[in-house]
């Protein structure tokens, strides 16, 4: 039998592998973007309820852990982390709602000593 030259490209191997692959990107973004630490945040009218980009994140849990982006830390851990950054950089506070004050003025008085200005607390609107 001759074997005879194709005059076109068949394209549908193409498709099914970027099928596959668009498959796989959107699976993976949809992991990190839920990989933040959950808790369950105040209810306010106004205020801050997104993150601000480029700003680091600091969580306090109920139960009184602390964490910076994604990393348990303690006060002291906070600080010495919190010493090397820009002062100029945003901190975003997100402090479950049964948090301990305590927990969340100790934060504060950190960032505040070490010249923070741009600190903000994230909540959830409250529809009324």
Do not use: C, W
């Not at 099928?19 to 106004?46: D, H, R, W």
């Not at 945003?90 to 070490?114: H, K, P």
């Amino acid at each position: 039998m001759e074997e005879r030259e194709f005059d076109y490209i068949n394209v549908i191997p193409l498709v099914d592998i970027m099928l596959v692959l668009l498959t796989i990107v959107l699976t993976t973004a949809t992991f990190i973007v839920q990989g933040e630490i959950p808790v369950n945040l105040p209810s306010a009218q106004s205020g801050e309820t997104g993150k601000t980009h480029g700003a680091i994140n600091i969580t306090i849990k109920e139960n009184g852990k602390l964490f910076l982006e994604e990393k348990e830390v303690h006060l002291a851990q906070l600080k010495e982390e919190l010493k090397s950054l820009d002062r100029e950089i945003g901190v975003n506070i997100r402090a479950d709602r049964e948090a301990r004050i305590q927990n969340l003025v100790s934060v504060m008085d950190i960032l505040n000593r070490l010249g923070f200005r741009k600190i903000n607390m994230l909540v959830k609107k409250d529809e009324i």
